[in-house]
């Protein structure tokens, strides 16, 4: 009679780099471009950017492309790398990860099934969405297609109800990022109540973070419309910006949206019209020195040639 096969007793079947040490850090480009779909709904279609010599087009997986909330798993890699760097470790693209330690980092102490539905379902677009841009990492450009993840493998377990659930992943980033954060040197860190905003205030925090971490800096809204990488109108995005402004949830800094009037333009019958033109101002919020928060004065408005 043949003997029965036993299974193996098998460990780990990765060796994790989690749980996670270092600070929460995110590299610059992917902070500073629209590289990511602001909805929860797949966005199905193609997302082209231009703006001075910068070229980015983004074409969609089955699943539509890799969203603001998917970003999540990219930081925590990404962060994973830069501390294992500031450890003096080998330099690597592969990081081997506990899902518990991203749930822990990203703010969800308890995941729920559809949480590591979502994860799975994020791992999915990250790896088939696929990225064309002349941004250069690392003094190198890519031409062609990459994506954010060349490798993605999970570790799962059957549990006694017969459920499988997710333990650890292992993941590759692309040379164009891997690059980045290797060899650009240019890691920023990020407020831990990042993981509580809506995406535009995700992307007004990076671009903040990006544009002023000591000082002001202003944009018209028409470039930061492009910059967040929204599909709204202007009109609704300004109303949306002043919910953001008075709310004041932005971590570490602040927004103000100001009107500036403008008697340059003329109507049909060569009449000069004043017409508002929006901008919006980045400045850092400071502490007072028992810790609470305070903002610094709202400059006036600007009437430009009154």
Same mark, same amino acid.
């Given at each position: 009679?043949?003997?029965?096969?036993?299974?193996?007793?098998?460990?780990?079947?990765?060796?994790?780099?989690?749980?996670?040490?270092?600070?929460?850090?995110?590299?610059?480009?992917?902070?500073?471009?629209?590289?990511?779909?602001?909805?929860?709904?797949?966005?199905?279609?193609?997302?082209?950017?231009?703006?001075?010599?910068?070229?980015?087009?983004?074409?969609?997986?089955?699943?539509?492309?890799?969203?603001?909330?998917?970003?999540?798993?990219?930081?925590?890699?990404?962060?994973?790398?830069?501390?294992?760097?500031?450890?003096?470790?080998?330099?690597?693209?592969?990081?081997?990860?506990?899902?518990?330690?991203?749930?822990?980092?990203?703010?969800?102490?308890?995941?729920?099934?559809?949480?590591?539905?979502?994860?799975?379902?994020?791992?999915?677009?990250?790896?088939?969405?696929?990225?064309?841009?002349?941004?250069?990492?690392?003094?190198?450009?890519?031409?062609?297609?990459?994506?954010?993840?060349? %490798?993605?493998?999970? &570790?799962?377990?059957?549990?006694?109800? +017969? !459920?499988?659930?997710?333990? #650890?992943?292992?993941? /590759?980033?692309?040379?164009?990022?891997?690059?980045?954060?290797?060899?650009?040197?240019?890691?920023?860190?990020?407020?831990?109540?990042?993981?509580?905003?809506?995406?535009?205030?995700?992307?007004?925090?990076?671009?903040?973070?990006?544009?002023?971490?000591?000082?002001?800096? %202003?944009?018209?809204? &028409?470039?930061?419309?492009?910059?967040? +990488? !929204?599909?709204?109108?202007? #009109?609704?995005?300004? /109303?949306?910006?002043?919910?953001?402004?008075?709310?004041?949830?932005?971590?570490?800094?602040?927004?103000?949206?100001?009107?500036?009037?403008?008697?340059?333009?003329?109507?049909?019958?060569?009449?000069?019209?004043?017409?508002?033109?929006?901008?919006?101002?980045?400045?850092?919020?400071?502490?007072?020195?028992?810790?609470?928060?305070?903002?610094?004065?709202?400059?006036?408005?600007?009437?430009?040639?009154?």
């Amino acid at each position: 009679m043949a003997k029965a096969l036993q299974a193996p007793v098998q460990g780990r079947l990765f060796e994790l780099d989690s749980p996670m040490t270092g600070k929460v850090q995110g590299e610059r480009s992917i902070m500073d471009f629209p590289l990511f779909a602001l909805s929860k709904k797949a966005q199905m279609d193609e997302i082209r950017y231009e703006l001075g010599d910068v070229t980015i087009q983004i074409k969609p997986s089955a699943m539509g492309i890799a969203t603001m909330w998917d970003k999540e798993i990219l930081i925590y890699v990404s962060s994973a790398i830069a501390s294992r760097m500031c450890d003096k470790a080998p330099a690597s693209r592969e990081v081997k990860f506990n899902t518990h330690d991203f749930f822990r980092v990203t703010g969800v102490p308890r995941p729920s099934k559809r949480d590591y539905d979502r994860f799975t379902e994020a791992l999915a677009r990250l790896q088939g969405t696929q990225i064309q841009t002349n941004i250069e990492t690392g003094n190198k450009g890519t031409r062609g297609f990459f994506s954010w993840f060349s %490798e993605a493998q999970a &570790e799962t377990r059957r549990m006694p109800d +017969g !459920s499988v659930q997710m333990e #650890a992943v292992k993941v /590759q980033i692309c040379d164009w990022l891997a690059r980045a954060i290797t060899q650009d040197n240019r890691m920023y860190n990020y407020h831990h109540d990042y993981f509580r905003l809506g995406s535009i205030e995700r992307r007004l925090y990076e671009l903040a973070h990006c544009y002023c971490q000591d000082d002001e800096y %202003e944009m018209s809204i &028409e470039f930061l419309s492009t910059k967040i +990488g !929204s599909q709204a109108s202007l #009109a609704k995005l300004r /109303q949306h910006l002043k919910r953001i402004e008075a709310n004041g949830r932005l971590p570490e800094y602040e927004i103000v949206v100001q009107e500036e009037i403008s008697e340059t333009e003329l109507d049909a019958r060569g009449r000069r019209i004043r017409k508002p033109k929006t901008k919006v101002l980045f400045r850092p919020k400071t502490r007072k020195p028992d810790g609470t928060r305070t903002t610094l004065p709202v400059p006036p408005k600007v009437l430009v040639g009154s």
